[in-house]
């Protein structure tokens, strides 16, 4: 890769960082009203290219030419949108619900830009307590351990304050390998919950922290197939179009729906009873599916679900700042008492 390539990449990278969460809903809703006014999707774009400005105008831009390739509007928004709001659209797109899967996109953005936000605002002030009550610990290590280390040998002080110099040591030469380990075990997670689908993902689903990726998968599926049929397409036909853009995850649970269609399930609760959805949905669903109106519920359990999910995450955010926070404290009265310990060691001596 030349020097302009790898440029124009940093910079292509820099305008989808600066690309807001307000832009994205204003982009996803001015073409779908643009839709509903009765506007082809390319024409729609090609307005939105010449009115919107800015970074709009670019993403615009950048859909005209994915349509002008053949390919799908959704392809055009990669990139600059997150993947699971791509597949929301392409979703709608192959199914022609295309508007209603937009309006479903920004909300959806909405909802999980105030998750993030909620849970930033719950983690920053502990996280940046606990990041300065590791650098006093190392300046302290540095300034006083030092100086009562060179009266007598950290070997003949009390094990509390030798743990306490072990633990400033470390910090100081293997902060880049937490940073490491604690980015392994993230994307180790974020892997397990979108790909593995061995025997055990029983237990993971509804381990409580983990089982949230379940509960908004669950979200986005009863939400996008309440689209799909509520615009007419048929059961079979949009299990079809969710299996398309479906992560190994979700393709498993759709699988499992399409075999227990194929054998002759009635009841479309049934067929969704995959161990996706929880057990209150497959109780209204199944109750609900007896008369009409089902794809709607399908709408109002899903946004329901994803309305409860970030409540859950804030609530999440909450405990684990709380706790941050105690071992703060904890740490900072530690390293309190070790320097007095010392102290009275040293005096005593």
Known sequence: MNAQALYYNLQL???HRLFTV??????????????EDGIQVNKA?????????????????????????GKQFADGLRGWFPDHIVEMVQTGEEGGTLKQSMLAAAASITRRSDAVAMLANSLIYPIVVMCLGFVVMVFINHSVFNSFAGIKP???????????????????????????????????ILWLLHSYIGESRVL????????LYRRLTAARFMEMLGLLITNGVVFKKALKILRKSANPYL?????????????????IAEVLNSGLLNDNDLMRLRVIAQ????????????RKAATDCMEEVNRIGKIVGALLLVASAFLAAYLVSSVYIVGMTLGGG
């Open 13 to 15: 990278s820099v305008k």
């Open 22 to 35: 307000a832009q994205k809903q204003a982009f996803l809703e001015d073409i779908a009203a643009l839709i």
């Open 45 to 69: 774009v090609e307005i939105v290219s010449k009115t919107a400005g800015g970074l709009l105008t670019e993403v615009a831009n950048g859909v005209l030419i994915k349509l002008a390739e």
């Open 154 to 188: 950290v070997s003949e002080w009390p094990s509390s304050a030798q743990m306490a110099v072990a633990m400033a040591n470390f910090v100081q030469s293997w902060w880049w390998l937490t940073l490491l380990v604690f980015g392994g075990i993230t994307w180790g």
């Open 204 to 211: 993971f689903d509804h381990f409580p922290m983990l089982s």
């Open 251 to 267: 393709l498993s649970h759709i699988l499992t729906m399409e075999y227990r269609l194929s054998g002759g399930k009635e009841n």
């Open 291 to 302: 008369g009409k109106g089902f794809e709607h519920a399908l709408l109002r359990c899903g």
